[in-house]
């Protein structure tokens, strides 16, 4: 699908203003910067900061927003003050999604924004995604899924307006390394983490690393598996991340692939 960005920015002319639930990722980048193109400076981005959230990426998109002249605001949330999601059910995801996207709209409609638009798009509509239930109960807007965008297309035009995001890598948040059900705990957030950090300084942007209580389970993409293997020392990389904490660090044979975690999860949305 070829991107329209005119249709885009006509949908935000309509709205007059909007807020941008703004994580620094492609699609809420592409389409922040669409909105300001449309609106100027009435438009604004909002970013929660917490433990599930990497500083690295809190810091892209600090720079992001900064760069542009794009108003910013980082608001601070303690998810792990609540019980029930610090206990992982399924629904984490939707519990913790109602409460970032709950305080990003009382804080938006504080400041007089009439919408509060997220980034989800066409493929998110194939995964499990308990927090786009949340999202739409909130009456949040995905403007990228109201005119049927996809992931491909969203990078094309991100290149081609020159967005530093247009080959980013796909992220999640850091509480996706942990099984459902497994206690969540900043000491596991950190370690995954760190984890992760070593494996971005080696050339791997895509990766992810599983926390099994003293095992790590580290995830790349089928292209980047056969060359760590082959390239990398792998029990200095296994020393590194046992340093963190780890006792034991095993590489999945069959790669990463997002979502990797919600396997069996689909029917239960």
Not at 66 to 93: H, Q, S, T, Y
Not at 146 to 159: G, H, M, N, T
Not at 214 to 230: G, H, M, N, P, V
Request: net charge neutral.
């Amino acid at each position: 699908m070829v991107l329209n960005e005119q249709k885009l920015m006509d949908w935000f002319a309509e709205k007059g203003n909007a807020a941008i639930a703004f994580s620094g990722g492609v699609d809420s980048t592409f389409l922040l910067a669409v909105a300001h193109k449309a609106l100027g400076n009435k438009v604004k981005a909002y970013t929660c900061q917490s433990a599930f959230v990497p500083e690295w990426e809190l810091d892209e998109a600090r720079a992001f927003c900064k760069a542009e002249g794009i108003e910013m605001e980082v608001i601070p949330i303690d998810v792990l003050a609540d019980p029930v999601i610090v206990n992982n059910p399924i629904n984490r995801c939707y519990l913790c999604k109602k409460t970032v996207f709950g305080t990003i709209l009382r804080r938006a409609t504080e400041d007089g924004f009439a919408v509060v638009c997220d980034g989800a798009n066409m493929d998110d509509l194939g995964d499990f995604r308990p927090g786009a239930k949340a999202a739409k109960e909130l009456g949040v807007k995905s403007p990228l899924q109201e005119l049927e965008y996809d992931k491909a297309a969203i990078r094309k035009a991100s290149a081609a307006m020159g967005l530093p995001t247009a080959q980013k890598p796909a992220y999640a948040c850091l509480a996706t390394r942990i099984p459902t059900d497994h206690l969540i705990t900043k000491q596991a957030l950190e370690q995954v983490d760190k984890a992760e950090r070593i494996l971005h300084a080696m050339g791997y942007p895509a990766v992810r690393v599983r926390y099994h209580d003293d095992l790590a389970r580290i995830e790349l993409s089928k292209d980047s598996l056969k060359t760590f293997i082959q390239k990398e020392d792998l029990q200095e990389v296994a020393e590194k991340i046992k340093q963190l904490g780890f006792r034991y660090v095993s590489l999945d044979m069959t790669g990463y692939k997002t979502g990797n975690m919600n396997i069996g999860k689909e029917r239960l949305q």
